[in-house]
């Protein structure tokens, strides 16, 4: 345990640069709104036992509105510990205990919240540290550094443990074994594969050593994520097999999420090289008044919002011979090409079209009549910000005493992760090999919920389904038939079977035995909820469906997608709404042709 100890002391009191951190904290924010906004976008067709018909009990309208904003100001660090406590109780409500939608990106989602709530992700570009620059103007404290034990325990948690827990399932999965994962899936379509990829797949060397080189990576990740020398290949490679899923596979927040995990890996001198590069070579000097509250944190505004340096900010005093009448403005001047000094609203209009957060407002200035209301209203909205942001003294360092206590607890809580991942494998493939305890449910349970510790069981389907059902619906209008976005009538996926909702699509139909029950519930919720979306009237609607039996290959052959996508659709019969009821006539006997 000393060693662990001194291993987790060793990252705690390593500081790098916080720009990979910041930057990750928007990159898995916009993932994560992405996959919040396709909740509520979905939500009837989630919740409600019949979308728009027959409602949940609870109405999540609002609770996903609120998560919503709470992401955007996570995006743009504001109230940044706030927000991720919120953040994490919201996704415990929608993410961690539901599993009637969703995908295996959920599970990495809670590690990620649950460690936001933790870590300091918004010390550099965020709103919070232009507030902290208001409340200490005059702070001489390095708030550019992290710990860089903050960066690995991400790493750590989305990437190394997912990677090493799902081989104890995929190293005793018949087509992870031979090879052919890539080939297997990416031959069906509609349910897995998002476009014909068969050029590739036909390549049976090339398609084997994918599968091989995933297996490996993955099998040695956990043990070279964190040495320097390698970083940069983990970050490529990772990289490059996550943008193959997400061409290949209608996974997005999946792949996405991934990537923006694997931003942590860049080195630190990648974000100096960035930095240098987007810096303005020629700076325009921009004058503030000297001793003046306003102007002193008007000046730390614009340093602030700055991000390519294209402001050298310069106090002047009013004594001084250079002060001209326009000092007793409330704001700036700056002096031109010419030094021809520009007015408080010139110069404003000036500096807004060159700092990126405000560029639409530098716009809207150029709008007559409209330019002079918005310009009192912008100097009205910095008043009010920097009157509310009182200065706070920042002398000492309360972290200095809590540090051997916190650097414990750190310890302490990867120890229980490790425990309970360890947990966790008594649920895989291997341990039932070796005919192990399945543990206790309630812990997997907790560790799931909570921490989002899963057996990661990453496309290990069950083996012995040789074949899916595809179904199709379309709504009869007059002699029109018009698919609804869950399959095209080409036979390839449409916008409804991706994530986070693509799951309840496929379980519903991935069976050999089609069960007329769970079919007639999912062309029910489906034709229901596109109908309303669509301001289809249900008095009297009628859809047909149909439905394809593909192929879920096991041993090798050419142009498999392409034969699935070739196969045609059969009518297995009609549905009908009369006054918003649900009347079935399809004939299950025409599903096994």
């Known amino acids: 345990m000393s060693k662990f100890m001194k291993f987790v002391t060793q990252f705690y009191t390593r500081k790098i640069d916080a720009t990979g951190l910041a930057v990750f904290r928007i990159a898995i924010g916009c993932v994560l709104f992405w996959e919040v906004f396709q909740l509520y976008s979905f939500r009837h067709l989630i919740f409600d036992e019949i979308p728009f018909i027959s409602f949940g009990n609870i109405d999540f309208k609002y609770g996903l509105l609120l998560w919503l904003a709470a992401i955007v100001a996570l995006i743009f660090g504001l109230f940044t510990r706030v927000?991720?406590?919120?953040?994490?109780?919201?996704?415990?409500?929608?993410?961690?205990?539901?599993?009637?939608?969703?995908?295996?990106m959920l599970n990495v989602f809670m590690a990620i919240n649950f460690l936001l709530m933790f870590t300091s992700v918004s010390q550099v570009l965020s709103l919070d540290s232009v507030i902290t620059r208001f409340r200490n103007p005059n702070s001489r404290v390095n708030q550019h550094t992290v710990s860089v034990l903050q960066y690995y325990s991400f790493v750590f948690m989305a990437l190394a443990l997912v990677y090493f827990i799902s081989l104890f399932d995929k190293l005793l999965t018949d087509y992870w074994?031979?090879?052919?994962?890539?080939?297997?899936?990416?031959?069906?379509?509609?349910?897995?594969?998002?476009?014909?990829?068969?050029?590739?797949?036909?390549?049976?060397?090339?398609?084997?050593?994918?599968?091989?080189?995933?297996?490996?990576?993955?099998?040695?990740?956990?043990?070279?994520?964190?040495?320097?020398?390698?970083?940069?290949?983990?970050?490529?490679?990772?990289?490059?097999?996550?943008?193959?899923?997400?061409?290949?596979?209608?996974?997005?927040?999946?792949?996405?999420?991934?990537?923006?995990?694997?931003?942590?890996?860049?080195?630190?001198?990648?974000?100096?090289?960035?930095?240098?590069?987007?810096?303005?070579?020629?700076?325009?000097?921009?004058?503030?008044?000297?001793?003046?509250f306003w102007s002193k944190r008007l000046m730390i505004l614009v340093i602030s919002f700055d991000v390519f340096n294209c402001f050298e900010c310069i106090e002047v005093d009013t004594n001084e011979q250079q002060a001209h009448q326009l000092l007793s403005k409330p704001l700036f001047w700056l002096h031109g090409k010419e030094n021809d000094i520009l007015t408080p609203y010139q110069a404003l209009r000036f500096i807004l079209l060159r700092l990126p957060l405000f560029v639409p407002l530098g716009l809207l200035l150029f709008i007559p009549f409209f330019n002079r209301l918005l310009y009192r209203n912008t100097v009205l909205s910095v008043k009010l910000l920097i009157t509310s942001l009182k200065p706070r003294d920042n002398n000492t360092d309360t972290c200095t005493e809590l540090k051997p206590y916190k650097i414990k607890l750190i310890a302490v809580f990867f120890v229980g992760v490790l425990l309970l991942q360890g947990h966790a494998i008594l649920r895989t493939k291997f341990a039932k090999t070796l005919n192990l305890p399945t543990g206790i449910v309630q812990v997997h349970n907790m560790a799931r919920v909570v921490l989002g510790i899963s057996q990661h069981n990453v496309f290990t389907h069950p083996t012995e389904k040789q074949h899916l059902y595809s179904i199709a619906i379309t709504h009869?209008?007059?002699?029109?038939?018009?698919?609804?976005?869950?399959?095209?009538?080409?036979?390839?996926?449409?916008?409804?079977?991706?994530?986070?909702?693509?799951?309840?699509?496929?379980?519903s139909?991935?069976?050999?035995?089609?069960?007329?029950?769970?079919?007639?519930?999912?062309?029910?919720?489906?034709?229901?909820?596109?109908?309303?979306?669509?301001?289809?009237?249900?008095?009297?609607?009628?859809?047909?469906?149909?439905?394809?039996?593909?192929?879920?290959?096991?041993?090798?052959?050419?142009?498999?997608?392409?034969?699935?996508?070739?196969?045609?659709?059969?009518?297995?019969?009609?549905?009908?709404?009369?006054?918003?009821?649900?009347?079935?006539?399809?004939?299950?006997?025409?599903?096994?042709?």
């Open 83 to 104: 927000v991720t406590i919120l953040n994490y109780t919201l996704s415990l409500v929608f993410f961690a205990t539901i599993d009637n939608f969703g995908n295996h």
């Open 177 to 292: 074994l031979n090879g052919l994962v890539i080939w297997k899936f990416a031959s069906v379509p509609a349910e897995f594969a998002r476009m014909d990829l068969s050029f590739l797949l036909n390549q049976e060397y090339f398609i084997r050593f994918l599968a091989y080189f995933s297996l490996l990576f993955e099998s040695v990740f956990i043990f070279i994520c964190f040495k320097k020398r390698y970083r940069i290949w983990v970050f490529s490679l990772g990289v490059l097999l996550h943008v193959g899923i997400l061409i290949c596979f209608p996974f997005s927040p999946f792949a996405l999420g991934f990537i923006s995990v694997y931003i942590l890996l860049l080195p630190v001198s990648f974000w100096r090289t960035v930095k240098h590069h987007i810096t303005c070579r020629k700076r325009v000097p921009v004058f503030f008044r000297a001793h003046n």
């Open 476 to 507: 009869q209008r007059a002699n029109q038939e018009l698919w609804l976005p869950l399959t095209k009538q080409n036979g390839q996926a449409d916008y409804y079977k991706n994530d986070p909702i693509r799951r309840k699509s496929f379980f």
């Open 509 to 593: 139909s991935y069976s050999p035995d089609l069960d007329s029950l769970k079919l007639n519930r999912y062309v029910r919720d489906y034709s229901a909820f596109w109908s309303f979306k669509n301001n289809i009237d249900l008095d009297s609607t009628h859809f047909n469906v149909y439905i394809k039996k593909l192929k879920i290959p096991e041993t090798w052959e050419l142009d498999v997608y392409k034969k699935n996508i070739m196969k045609p659709w059969v009518l297995l019969g009609t549905i009908t709404w009369q006054d918003t009821l649900f009347y079935s006539q399809l004939d299950y006997s025409k599903r096994l042709h």
